[in-house]
């Protein structure tokens, strides 16, 4: 398990009156019908932010808070699956045993759809600032979109 750094980050789920935290059960944030994104912990702002960055080119994409990952809500993720034909997950975590591998476990057994993951690519953490280090690992709401577009491209080369 790697955390690079917990910074103030803006409090998204009191932009959403309807929020209601329960244990398994993911919360889709915004609909969208092209992309999903899944993202957990300080990714769920990011993964808002790409989605709003998607959708100023015509990219439609879904994001979804998944703040519990075991036990995963894994009939969420089997939706948005059927329903957008693409996932990107987000988290500040590593590539290996967290969001990411839980959501591939559901997409093979459920309903396989291309995917693409924003999270630390199996390296040896640094300290330092949290932004920086942030930046230095690409979890960002632009690392967010451009795998978006990245997973959108193979889903509709298997059309």
Request: charged share 25%.
């Amino acid at each position: 398990y790697m955390r690079t750094g917990r910074i103030t980050v803006e409090n998204i789920t009191d932009s959403y009156p309807d929020y209601r935290f329960q244990i398994g059960r993911g919360i889709t944030l915004k609909d969208g019908r092209d992309v999903t994104l899944i993202a957990t912990g300080l990714m769920v702002q990011e993964a808002v932010r790409a989605a709003g960055m998607l959708e100023k080119e015509g990219i439609s994409a879904r994001v979804i808070d998944m703040h519990t990952i075991k036990p995963l809500d894994e009939e969420l993720v089997a939706k948005a699956a059927r329903e957008t034909g693409a996932i990107v997950t987000a988290e500040n975590h590593n590539c290996y045993g967290g969001l990411g591998s839980a959501v591939a476990e559901v997409l093979v057994k459920k309903c396989p759809v291309p995917m693409e993951m924003v999270a630390v690519n199996d390296r040896f953490g640094h300290s330092g600032n949290a932004l920086e280090l942030l930046k230095r690992y690409g979890l960002s709401a632009e690392m967010v979109a451009e795998k978006a577009r990245q997973v959108m491209a193979r889903a509709a080369q298997t059309d």
